[in-house]
């Protein structure tokens, strides 16, 4: 229960009447401000330990979790990563190869127009 400041004045009033000023000075001072209530003692910072260390406990076994699952998710990533350079070298190379292709056509293609254009100047000449 708390202890207004009317009721601490007239437990003084009544300390001073009894025992005298000195000593009414002296018990007051050793009473807490708020009471008894708000006073904390060594068993309750043990108790808040005890939860504090369990608590760390379980958060260090929650990151340990976390940090094999993200052990787990990198490797997927590695692993998708491999596939795409894989995939994008074999593109490479099939664009590289219709490159070739169309060069090599594109060469067929000039070189017959060529030869159907000289033959035809030399048909008209003639």
Do not use: C
Not at 31 to 44: E, K
Not at 86 to 112: E, H, V
């Amino acid at each position: 229960m708390a202890i207004s400041e009317t009721d601490r004045l007239q437990m003084f009033s009544g300390l001073q009447k009894s025992v005298g000023e000195t000593v009414a000075n002296t018990l007051m001072e050793h009473l807490p401000p708020g009471g008894w209530y708000d006073v904390a003692r060594t068993g309750d910072f043990d108790r808040i330990e005890t939860r504090i260390d369990k608590l760390e406990a379980r958060l260090d076994d929650r990151i340990d979790k976390l940090e094999i699952r993200f052990d787990k998710l990198e490797a997927r990533i590695d692993n998708l990563e491999a596939r795409l350079d894989d995939r994008i070298d074999k593109l490479a190379q099939k664009i590289d190869t219709n490159t070739r292709w169309m060069i090599g056509i594109s060469l067929s293609y000039g070189i017959g127009i060529l030869g159907a254009l000289v033959t035809f100047m030399v048909a008209t000449l003639n």
